[in-house]
């Protein structure tokens, strides 16, 4: 606190704040004045008077509130990360027919990292958005709605849509608004769809990404576990590890530099919240995703934003990976795998697929790598 003393007439004044230990000078003359600079250190109702005798009493004196320190701001540690279990059903045998899809976009505060949030965008408020399943010649009537508390506009863009920039031109939304559109899906596949509003880069990399799964005619064979997994990039002013709110960094987006990488939105999002379960002997079948927007996925998976794999025979959109995805849980000795981004970014990203024995047994839990599992 900085204060001015000006004395208005002849006599000679000072001021005194008893409770926090601070005097002025004292001032003699009209016009004489003097500054002083102090730190409230102490909270409370506190007088302030004249330290000249008899002035107090004469009646100078005030009061001085001094607020506590607010407390620390409690972090909003909603969890924005879907479970890998969070999709529908295989769709089975059945006729085409028009699938209806709404889709509403979610800006809020989210978990990024254990005391660390961030400012995320979203497909219906967790990232990745949710999980579409279709079957070929299905066609998709899709809805978007912007709430009207958002600060952007926002869109979709379905690499599954034939055509060019999968429907976002026909999808961008205002804040408040609602538009629709409907594509028939014509190749089975697994897509990537992304926000792709300007910057589209940002909306990304702010969580605006999920998958279409296209099945073919016939299905796909089942399983006993299904995953839903997709890596992100999330690029912050703070460096990674940093606690409290993360301020997004357009500069480190225009430099490819992310702070984290993430599966399913945070940082141990499929590890430690969410991990993926499976017995002994289970068959899983994962999909993944990288939704980008700039790095491509470790180990074998390199494919950029918009890859994303499934099964080697369907048509898997710009994936070069691509053997076994559906695969078989088996007890094998603990291997070590190394993922290049792993390193690189002090294994902010991992995952666990456990596995369990059955009860007589004991529980299994065996890490690895959803991304570098492939074989
Ligand atoms: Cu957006």
């Known amino acids: 606190m900085q204060l001015t003393v000006i004395n208005g007439e002849g006599t000679e004044h000072d001021i005194v704040f008893p409770n926090q230990d601070t005097k002025s000078p004292r001032v003699n003359g009209r016009g004489a004045s003097t500054t002083i600079v102090f730190r409230a250190t102490k ?24 607020t506590p320190m607010p407390a620390a701001q409690t972090l909003v540690e909603a969890d924005i990360s879907r479970e890998p279990t969070d999709l529908p059903p295989p769709i ?24 660390t949030t961030f400012g995320y965008w979203t497909f219906n408020g967790k990232v990745p958005g949710p999980f579409v399943r279709v079957r070929v010649g299905d066609t998709v009537d899709v809805h978007l709605k912007n709430p009207a508390d958002s600060n952007m506009i926002h869109s979709v863009d379905f690499h599954a849509a034939t055509g060019p920039g999968g429907g976002a031109a026909a999808l961008q939304v ?26 589209v880069a940002e909306h990304i990399a702010n969580g605006m990404y999920g998958m279409i799964l296209v099945e073919p005619e016939t299905g796909l064979a089942p399983v006993d576990h299904e995953f839903y997994v997709m890596q992100g990039e999330i690029y912050t002013e ?14 480190k987006l225009l430099n490819e530099r992310p702070e984290y990488f993430v599966f399913n939105g945070s940082v141990g999002a499929i590890s430690k919240l969410h991990p ?24 074998r998976h390199s494919d950029r934003h918009g890859g994303a794999w499934w099964r080697c025979h369907h048509r898997v959109q710009t994936s070069r990976a691509g053997k076994l995805h559906d695969r078989r849980s088996c007890i094998g000795p603990r291997r070590a795998r190394a993922c290049r981004s792993f390193g690189r970014r002090g294994c902010a990203k991992s995952g666990y697929l456990q596995r369990h024995r059955d009860a007589r047994h004991g529980a299994l839990n065996r890490y690895v790598s959803p991304t570098c599992v492939n074989r």
């Open 238 to 251: 703070a460096a990674f590890g940093q606690h409290g709110s993360q301020e997004f960094s357009v500069e």
């Open 43 to 66: 909270s409370g109702d506190f007088i302030y008077f004249c330290g000249v005798p008899g002035h107090q009493l004469a009646g100078m004196q005030g009061q001085f509130l001094v």
């Open 92 to 115: 089975g045998k059945r006729d085409p027919k028009t699938v209806r899809l709404d889709l509403f976009t979610v800006e809020q505060e989210g978990r990024l990292a254990e005391a």
């Open 276 to 299: 993926l379960h499976a017995k002994v002997g289970e068959t899983v079948r994962l999909f993944f995703g990288v939704g980008g927007p700039h790095e491509p996925n470790a180990g």
């Open 174 to 199: 205002d804040p408040g608004g609602e538009k629709s559109m409907t594509f028939k899906a014509l190749i089975p596949g697994l897509y990537v769809y992304h926000c792709a509003t300007p910057m």
